[in-house]
């Protein structure tokens, strides 16, 4: 682990740490600042550039073939676009012409697996770059790290000096998209799986079916998809489309087929399957609902057999996730002939029932050839070892079925559509510091997927709910555990998010285009501004604040908020630095009072445009908010820096309007009145000033603000 | 005539135009102001409102098919993604509880067509908005209309009572799109079409070969598309894709298989049919190239023959283009045996060889059932008149055609690859006012095609270059003649342009989207202030400017530059509000002071930026550029407001460097110099007002500063 201390280093979040390889001396004022994410395994920086010129070409030694080849074409086009060089001739005739020479050793496996090599080595000299691999996958890994190497400055483009070995931590590192809830075009998958590639995720877990929509054709059963999902489905033709484009950046499609919950689409077309007779209808709610398969009839178990044959037959992936999840067996509990059968053979109760569900489909799924995946509700004793659980529990659960020897994946801790901000998902690690497993139980946690939900995501705000924050979960599913440094992720996560911008994802530019369309009108200022330190309340707390079904648009004001606010990190950081320096509050003073000052200043104009918006009502009382909030804050920062305290009086006022600004509206909540609340204390906690040093003062200012002294 | 001029009061540039329907005496202060784009034939606005609820319906009356229903479906998604309103039932029981009907007499053509009806009436009262059309195409494009009525205020959201009676001026409203240069995927097309529709355009002009691309799978000639286009080409089944995209919006896709000349890439893989022997190579260049069919050889006739036959029953459309532009005859000149062929047959010339040439594909498009469209240089007395002639060389050219009985459409004055402003494409008339022809004569002209020549546009700013320019044009070929006025023309076209992003046309977030790349960073405001003020150079000039082939990337500042700066009309319209305030300069002198000095104060971010981005590298003297002419804009409006004539020489210094400033750089140029340069003259100019009336020292100043007295 010696080497993956030192990459921590090498990108570490000092921005002049030099980096000298093995016995070479540093040189002084050499700095160098990599923008890797994931941060590799290992990285030596040394001195000296390679320039990166409209002479650049690419050699391919050993093996090569047309996959190979299509990706180095997809990142030759990146560079030209990032550079603006013109790339006359692709292919160098011999290597000692090439800026990139990429040595791979083999294909690698066919179909992308669990357990392909994705190593590589990147050794970039003043005149070379070379890319070793021992498989086409791992030159993709590497080609990506290429790309992210490139930067500028007034000499022009060029790549540092480095030398880089780099494997994963983790085998499965997974993007899951729920498509039931809402369907997602093909273009949205493809873009999603080129991002994914660019931050070096390895798996699409495609959530097909829902109680919402039943979302792959059957030609076995075109009931399925005809009459469970609107019309809104991927053909067998687009499935492999989709299939191939992964295998091409060396992601695999692990298809998920929830059952025997979370199938009211399934049961529009075929009802007899059901546990309940029925008629059903595609459900338009958001929840947890009844229906569920009949778990007694053998009926049901050949329909099963059937399509999953089918289902495996289309995807070659290994394993075939089978959901398993929030199954609460409300139908079984009301049909008298599944309650005798349950009686007859001794199951006694609704979980022993759905495990005896599990044992018939993993027979199914080992006559197709597939492994099973399934959510935590799946594990029991009888199951095979090769089943794999994925957690939405947490790593104690995970840990507690490696100990049993089972394979398991997290995605507790990674839960994207929850809003919650990216620090907090790169908290979460599959096997934590404390953990204490084996080395040999551990290698049963194979990584974690990051779970994109359905219930509030279109195809105009999906990118922005994924990303950038899932790079920050590439990089711990993929970097030495010890790659933890906070601050040194938020440096480089607005650098790669750029970067996925190349790529056709949207989650940038979509925020304006949403408040244009709100608003009727290009001018957009306030709306931005008042956006930008709004966050969508976090949890599964929006359905309860905005009541909506499938059929609710997704083009509110909370739609065009993203999780994470920067401006409010940005904020967080100068009222920090403005309190630092007590007892005179001149650093920062003038930052604080000019984002105060726009945010206050926004309000007159944001009332006009809301007036002729009838979609923009619900921001009429965050516009109130959003001046009496900033206006607090400014008479705060006045205090401060006259250095004279407000009554207690003003103090309590000010913290009930900033409690009652601080409840969420139109499922938004403010991220900068943390920091506005550390302002108010600090301006009354002046007087304490004398008495303590600045630093414990600024300490109790702290602890007065945070929430657990409300 | 006379609704038609009623129409233009009802969307007139006053802001408060009360328009009564007959009979109904004009309530005081109702006001209503229309957004429609292209303004219909018959406006008539009455007081009330139709309140659009999230119990809106719909309810169709006598003919309804499946295109109708998904159009209708397709409005109700974007109806509901603007007003966030959840719509829970589509379609109406029953036509009382229906907020629109649609009432269709039949489905019109089955395949889209020059003759298709496209009249529609829609009755909107303050209970029941009523759709009437003919033919299901006619309901469509109502339905835009509809959409483009939604208007709303504290109230809601609400349609305002009117009457409308529409038709198109002209039948053939198109848009043509070069993606031979550079191919466009899908999804580009597709948007462009839904775009297309938006606006009331019917015909998909797709020039699909070039010397740079051939562009089309052709599965008789494999060579063409395998070895003429990079691997970029459209395979049968995708064109069969975008021709039914098209249908279901009532749009006729015209291919374009451009010949003799424009055929390099024909003959990368068929040398065989070229006038020399070859070889070739896909070009990379933009210009006008050698490489001809070969017309003289009976193989080339037979391979053309196949050829066209196959595409012939690809595309539906009547008409066929064969393009026939630009063939300089050099490579005939080369060839001994095509002069023998020319002497033998007495073909005085390249001309007359040509001519010869478009007979021979006349009867070979005539066995296929084909009409020929070709551009202004296929015309010859020979020809019979069912030919379309296309015409770039002007409105007289189309009515010479027309007198001579043959159809024309008018591209002349639509070039929107040139980046002129959308003013000037909207004053290009097929028939302009001053038209000698007779009645019969006029219905020769068909109408007119915006042409998106491909050499600078990639996926990424395509839509930049069509839009929104293009409503404008789609306006001047549906609306009656006399609808020309330009503010107005101005004041719908951001409403216009905001709405078009629901079809995910990109025109608007891409911009900023380049910036951030080209910066590698978020903080663009700098930059965002410097393209704001900048246009692509104009014409042809962009090629000389910033030397560039088909593998340049298209990713510059001028690629995130847009024509007709909307910052430069605001600037111009405040500086004129400044001088029509003479001899007091107060009004708007605080508007335009705060404009300059945002320019001016750009400067030293835009310096930082520019030092670690060597993409920006060409940005450096426009930056220096911008600071300085915002500097002279500030000395001249303090000389106005102070009302102190400056020196002489401090004009002629200013003058010259503004003078300098102008000069295009990176192939752009700074659109708000006129502006400046008449603050500096006026200034200069101070003494003589007290010898003028305002109104004439006005005059004086805006001919001194027009850039014939240059």
Same mark, same amino acid.
């Given at each position: 682990?010696?080497?993956?201390?030192?990459?921590?280093?090498?990108?570490? =979040?000092?921005?002049?740490?030099?980096?000298?390889?093995?016995?070479?001396? #540093?040189?002084?004022?050499?700095?160098?600042?990599l923008n890797l994410m994931p941060v590799p395994?290992?990285?030596?920086?040394?001195?000296?550039?390679?320039?990166?010129?409209?002479?650049?070409?690419?050699?391919?030694?050993?093996?090569?073939?047309?996959?190979l080849?299509?990706a180095i074409?997809r990142m030759m086009g990146r560079l030209?676009?990032r550079?603006?060089?013109?790339? &006359?001739?692709?292919?160098?005739?011999?290597?000692?012409?090439?800026?990139l020479?990429v040595?791979?050793?083999?294909?690698?496996? &066919?179909?992308?697996? *669990?357990?392909?090599?994705e190593?590589y080595?990147l050794?970039?000299?003043? $005149?070379?770059a +070379?890319l070793?691999a021992?498989?086409v996958v791992g030159a993709l890994r590497g080609l990506e790290t290429f790309l992210q190497l490139l930067?500028?400055?007034?000499?022009?483009?060029?790549l540092?000096?480095?030398?880089i070995?780099d494997?994963p931590?983790?085998?499965?590192r997974? @993007?899951?998209?729920?498509?039931?809830?809402?369907?997602?075009?093909?273009?949205?998958?493809?873009?999603?799986l080129d991002a994914m590639a660019a931050v070096k995720l390895n798996?699409?877990?495609?959530?097909?079916?829902?109680?919402?929509?039943?979302?792959?054709?059957?030609?076995?059963?075109?009931?399925?998809?005809?009459?469970?999902?609107?019309?809104?489905?991927?053909?067998?033709?687009?499935?492999?489309?989709?299939?191939?484009?992964?295998?091409e950046r060396g992601i695999?499609?692990?298809?998920?087929?929830?059952?025997?919950?979370?199938?009211?689409?399934?049961? =529009?077309?075929?009802?007899?399957?059901?546990? @309940?007779?029925?008629?059903?209808?595609?459900?338009?709610?958001?929840?947890?609902?009844?229906?569920?398969?009949?778990? &007694?009839?053998?009926? =049901?178990?050949?329909?099963?057999?059937?399509?999953?044959?089918?289902?495996?037959?289309?995807?070659?992936?290994?394993? @075939?996730?089978?959901?398993?999840?929030?199954?609460?067996?409300?139908?079984?509990?009301?049909? #008298?002939?599944?309650?005798?059968?349950?009686?007859?053979?001794?199951?006694?109760?609704?979980?022993?029932?759905?495990?005896?569900?599990?044992?018939?489909?993993?027979?199914?799924?080992?006559?197709?050839?597939?492994?099973?995946?399934?959510?935590?509700?799946? *594990?029991? !004793?009888?199951?095979?070892?090769?089943?794999?659980?994925?957690?939405?529990?947490?790593? &104690?659960?995970?840990?507690?079925?490696?100990?049993?020897?089972?394979?398991?994946?997290?995605?507790?801790?990674?839960?994207?559509?929850?809003?919650? #901000?990216?620090?907090?998902?790169?908290?979460?690690?599959?096997?934590?510091?404390?953990?204490?497993?084996?080395?040999?139980?551990?290698?049963?946690?194979?990584?974690?997927?990051?779970?994109?939900?359905?219930?509030?995501?279109?195809?105009?705000?999906?990118?922005?709910?994924?990303?950038?924050?899932?790079a920050?979960?590439a990089e711990?599913?993929w970097s030495?555990?010890?790659?933890?440094?906070?601050?040194?992720?938020?440096?480089?996560?607005?650098?790669i998010?750029?970067q996925l911008?190349e790529l056709?994802?949207?989650?940038?530019?979509?925020?304006?285009?949403?408040? $244009? +369309?709100?608003?009727?009108?290009?001018?957009?200022?306030?709306?931005?501004?008042?956006?930008?330190? /709004?966050?969508?309340?976090?949890?599964?707390? +929006?359905?309860?604040?905005?009541?909506?079904?499938? @059929?609710?648009?997704?083009?509110?004001?909370?739609?065009?908020? $993203?999780?994470?606010?920067?401006?409010? $990190?940005?904020?967080?950081?100068?009222?920090?630095?403005? /309190?630092?320096?007590?007892?005179?509050?001149?650093?920062?003073?003038?930052?604080? +009072?000019?984002?105060?000052?726009?945010?206050?200043?926004?309000?007159?104009?944001?009332?006009?445009?809301?007036?002729?918006? !009838?979609?923009?009502?619900?921001?009429?009382?965050?516009?109130?908010?959003?001046?009496?909030?900033?206006?607090?804050?400014?008479? %705060?920062?006045?205090?401060?820096?006259?250095?004279?305290?407000?009554?207690?009086?003003?103090?309590?006022?000010?913290? %009930?309007?900033?409690?009652?600004?601080?409840?969420?509206?139109?499922?938004?909540?403010? %991220?900068?009145?943390?920091?506005?609340?550390?302002?108010?204390?600090?301006?009354?906690?002046?007087?304490?000033?004398?008495?303590?040093?600045?630093?414990?003062?600024?300490?109790?200012?702290?602890? /007065?603000?945070?929430?657990?002294?409300?």
């Amino acid at each position: 682990m010696k080497t993956a201390k030192f990459a921590v280093l090498a990108v570490g =979040v000092v921005s002049t740490v030099s980096i000298a390889a093995q016995g070479t001396k #540093p040189t002084s004022g050499q700095t160098t600042q990599l923008n890797l994410m994931p941060v590799p395994a290992s990285v030596q920086i040394q001195p000296g550039r390679l320039a990166i010129t409209n002479m650049f070409q690419v050699a391919v030694r050993n093996y090569s073939d047309a996959r190979l080849q299509s990706a180095i074409k997809r990142m030759m086009g990146r560079l030209s676009g990032r550079t603006g060089l013109t790339f &006359t001739s692709g292919f160098a005739p011999d290597e000692n012409q090439a800026t990139l020479v990429v040595d791979c050793a083999g294909p690698g496996k &066919t179909i992308p697996s *669990l357990d392909e090599n994705e190593t590589y080595d990147l050794d970039v000299s003043d $005149r070379q770059a +070379r890319l070793t691999a021992p498989t086409v996958v791992g030159a993709l890994r590497g080609l990506e790290t290429f790309l992210q190497l490139l930067s500028g400055d007034r000499d022009g483009f060029h790549l540092a000096v480095v030398r880089i070995h780099d494997q994963p931590r983790f085998p499965w590192r997974g @993007l899951f998209i729920d498509v039931g809830r809402h369907y997602q075009p093909m273009q949205v998958l493809k873009r999603n799986l080129d991002a994914m590639a660019a931050v070096k995720l390895n798996v699409l877990h495609w959530h097909l079916t829902e109680n919402q929509g039943f979302r792959i054709e059957s030609k076995k059963f075109p009931n399925l998809h005809q009459m469970g999902s609107d019309g809104l489905y991927y053909t067998q033709d687009e499935a492999r489309e989709i299939i191939a484009y992964a295998a091409e950046r060396g992601i695999r499609v692990v298809p998920e087929f929830d059952m025997p919950g979370h199938t009211t689409a399934w049961f =529009v077309g075929h009802p007899e399957l059901a546990s @309940l007779p029925g008629p059903y209808q595609i459900e338009r709610k958001a929840g947890i609902f009844d229906p569920a398969l009949d778990p &007694t009839r053998e009926q =049901v178990y050949k329909f099963l057999d059937t399509f999953i044959g089918e289902m495996a037959a289309l995807f070659p992936d290994q394993y @075939l996730h089978i959901g398993g999840d929030e199954n609460e067996g409300k139908q079984w509990d009301k049909n #008298p002939e599944i309650q005798a059968f349950m009686k007859q053979k001794g199951l006694k109760d609704n979980h022993a029932l759905q495990a005896y569900f599990n044992q018939r489909i993993l027979k199914i799924l080992q006559r197709h050839k597939k492994k099973m995946v399934g959510w935590d509700e799946i *594990l029991q !004793p009888e199951l095979p070892k090769d089943v794999v659980i994925q957690s939405w529990r947490g790593p &104690t659960a995970l840990a507690d079925a490696a100990r049993k020897g089972y394979d398991g994946i997290l995605s507790n801790g990674y839960y994207i559509d929850l809003m919650y #901000p990216t620090f907090q998902h790169y908290a979460a690690d599959p096997i934590p510091a404390n953990s204490t497993l084996t080395a040999e139980e551990a290698k049963h946690i194979l990584g974690g997927e990051a779970t994109m939900w359905g219930e509030y995501v279109g195809p105009e705000t999906i990118d922005s709910r994924i990303w950038p924050r899932t790079a920050a979960i590439a990089e711990r599913l993929w970097s030495p555990r010890d790659v933890t440094d906070v601050d040194d992720m938020y440096r480089r996560l607005p650098i790669i998010s750029i970067q996925l911008e190349e790529l056709g994802l949207t989650h940038e530019k979509n925020s304006e285009m949403l408040l $244009r +369309r709100l608003a009727g009108s290009k001018n957009i200022e306030p709306l931005v501004t008042l956006v930008s330190v /709004l966050e969508p309340v976090k949890d599964y707390r +929006r359905g309860e604040q905005r009541p909506a079904t499938m @059929l609710t648009p997704l083009t509110g004001l909370v739609d065009a908020a $993203r999780p994470d606010s920067e401006a409010a $990190r940005r904020f967080s950081t100068i009222v920090d630095g403005l /309190l630092s320096d007590a007892p005179r509050f001149q650093s920062y003073a003038e930052d604080v +009072r000019q984002s105060l000052t726009k945010w206050r200043d926004a309000a007159p104009e944001l009332g006009a445009l809301i007036d002729r918006a !009838p979609a923009l009502g619900e921001a009429q009382p965050l516009a109130k908010d959003l001046s009496d909030i900033a206006t607090i804050g400014l008479e %705060a920062t006045s205090y401060l820096t006259d250095g004279v305290a407000p009554t207690p009086e003003w103090k309590d006022t000010k913290l %009930a309007r900033l409690e009652q600004a601080a409840k969420p509206k139109a499922a938004l909540e403010f %991220a900068v009145i943390p920091s506005i609340k550390q302002l108010v204390i600090a301006a009354a906690e002046l007087p304490s000033l004398k008495q303590l040093s600045p630093a414990d003062w600024k300490a109790r200012v702290k602890s /007065l603000a945070s929430p657990q002294s409300k």
